[in-house]
């Protein structure tokens, strides 16, 4: 069953403006992370953010800042003041399990969300 | 971040032919090694899953004979795509995991483009 679900295939939006992406994602652990990635055109998977299940507070890294919805299980990204150089593919991730000494658990992508930041 | 190469980033075979891709976790020791793989247009999908020292273990649908992983040191991880054939064109990504104790970030090759003529 799919864990991770984007809704939005492709978003275009004017730069400068905010740009929200959605993530959903379906789990029954209690402990669980949740990444963004970016994929410009080279295909290298850029880290963004983080969200572990127990933080209180929403991540945040520069003008990266995500959503977290626990109870409507949802961990949206949020970029603000959007750039021409933000255009590329997004996706959402989950892992499930905190990492811990000696623990190493695998990601679950989303479908993605190409964003295109037009001039 | 982690620094993580990936040889080659690109590679155009023949049919029936081997090739071996390589992933180094340059700055930090990686237990755990993953291997995903996307195809045009496509998610990240794993492929397997491979301990240092231990034999990989392959997700459904992913033929072990076929994607041969070798993960005989903590920083040096290999897949080889024994006869290629055109299907398994792909964009080839390893993720090295575990040295990273306490941080919750997870670092990606740069990817390994695979065309198979």
């Known amino acids: 069953a799919q864990k991770i679900t984007q809704t939005q295939p492709g978003m275009f939006v004017q730069e400068k403006e905010a740009v929200t992406l959605d993530c959903t994602y379906d789990?029954?652990?209690?402990?669980?992370?949740l990444f963004w990635y970016k994929q410009p055109s080279s295909g290298e998977m850029i880290f963004l953010i983080y969200?572990?299940?127990?933080?209180?507070q929403n991540a945040t890294e520069g003008r990266y800042s995500l959503n977290f919805q626990k109870a409507r299980k949802s961990a949206n990204l949020v970029i603000s003041a959007s750039q021409l150089g933000d255009s590329a593919m997004y996706f959402c991730?989950?892992?499930?399990?905190?990492?811990?000494?000696?623990?190493?658990?695998?990601?679950?992508f989303g479908q993605g969300t190409r964003l295109t930041i037009n001039p | 971040g982690a620094v993580v190469s990936q040889h080659p980033s690109w590679v155009i075979c023949k049919s029936g032919t081997s090739v071996k891709i390589e992933c180094r976790s340059l700055?930090?020791?990686?237990?755990?090694m993953f291997w995903y793989r996307q195809f045009p247009k496509q998610s990240l999908m794993l492929m397997a899953t491979?301990?240092?020292?231990?034999?990989?273990?392959?997700e459904q649908g992913v033929e072990k004979d076929k994607f041969l992983i070798n993960h005989a040191s903590l920083t040096l991880s290999t897949l080889t795509v024994t006869s290629a054939h055109p299907e398994d064109s792909s964009f080839y990504i390893c993720?090295?995991?575990?040295?990273?104790?306490?941080?919750?970030?997870?670092?990606f090759g740069p990817g390994t483009r695979l065309t198979v003529t």
């Open positions: 491979s301990n240092e020292g231990s034999k990989a273990t392959y």
């Open positions: 700055d930090f020791q990686a237990t755990t």
């Open positions: 993720n090295p995991t575990g040295g990273l104790i306490g941080k919750h970030e997870q670092y």
């Open positions: 969200q572990g299940s127990y933080d209180e």
């Open positions: 991730a989950m892992r499930e399990g905190e990492r811990g000494y000696g623990g190493a658990q695998k990601l679950v």
């Open positions: 789990t029954s652990d209690q402990s669980y992370g």
